[in-house]
């Protein structure tokens, strides 16, 4: 990214904190002053007390900023825009001030279910990359798409016809990778304005490192403000779409065969 940042901590790390970093949890925030402070309560509850809680906030005009610095926790790292970039550039510059062996990513708004990052810690032993399903925050029915099954773990060509038509329930807040797939995932290509989740998905499934795990890592919540659009869109933004994730593939493997 090439815009300046301010960068800081909550506090200084008291000295008989362990300096090795295990779970950087990468967050981007804007206007997110609803809804973050539980979000932020549900992460640390699952964070040791090495791991990092790493949040660029996007320039937001509200008292998101504010609501992070309240925490005063030494996990937490806010790093704040000094214009908006769109939340794939902000959880990049995320990823890139990441320090920890697991990178996991995290929308504002969710709430995270208790026992989430051990549940994905045992799917990243044996993958580069895990994803995961979510539940609805206060019950209701999930979007359409059916979830992520296990058996999706060996299916890889199946997975990535699924990406291109638009079946395959790939998350970015239900996903996270290990720290030597960061070279792969990074820098996103810079023709992509949304859909990350896809791409992370995209360099998983190609690499043939990707493990689904049915059980929801988290409670997602539906609101005007969501990012990830919810209703249908059209025929016109469905077909740059498309092309556009044609595109990652191409990249994808380009970036693989270069390892």
């Known amino acids: 990214m090439r815009e300046s940042v301010s960068v800081g901590c909550m506090t200084s790390v008291p000295p008989h904190i362990p300096t090795a970093t295990r779970v950087s949890v990468c967050m981007a925030s804007y206007r997110g002053a609803s809804f973050i ?18 949040i660029y906030d996007d320039a937001s005009p509200d008292e998101t900023v504010d609501i992070i610095k309240g925490f005063n926790d030494p996990r937490i790292r806010l790093i704040q825009g000094t214009s908006n970039v769109g939340y794939v550039r902000a959880f990049e510059a995320a990823i890139g001030a990441s320090k920890g062996d697991y990178i996991f990513l995290s929308d504002q708004d969710d709430v995270w279910v208790s026992g989430r990052v051990g549940h994905m810690l045992e799917g990243l032993k044996d993958s580069a990359v895990v994803a995961t399903n979510f539940a609805m ?13 296990a058996k999706m773990n060996s299916r890889r060509l199946a997975n990535m016809f699924g990406i291109l038509v638009g079946y395959r329930a790939y998350y970015g807040c239900g996903m996270a990778f290990r720290r030597g797939f960061v070279d792969v995932v990074t820098p996103v290509p ?70």
């Open 137 to 149: 925050l206060g019950g209701g029915r999930r979007p359409w798409i059916p979830p992520l099954k």
């Open 37 to 54: 402070a539980e979000q932020i309560s549900s992460i640390l509850d699952e964070l040791d007390a090495a791991d990092e809680l790493v």
């Open 190 to 259: 810079s023709y992509v304005g949304e859909s990350h989740d896809l791409w992370i998905a995209i360099c998983g499934n190609l690499a043939q490192s990707i493990s689904h795990l049915e059980a929801p890592s988290l409670l997602r919540r539906l609101h005007e403000q969501n990012e990830t659009p919810a209703g249908f869109r059209s025929l016109r933004r469905i077909m740059a779409a498309r092309f556009m994730l044609a595109r990652l593939v191409l990249e994808a493997s380009r970036r693989l065969r270069k390892r």
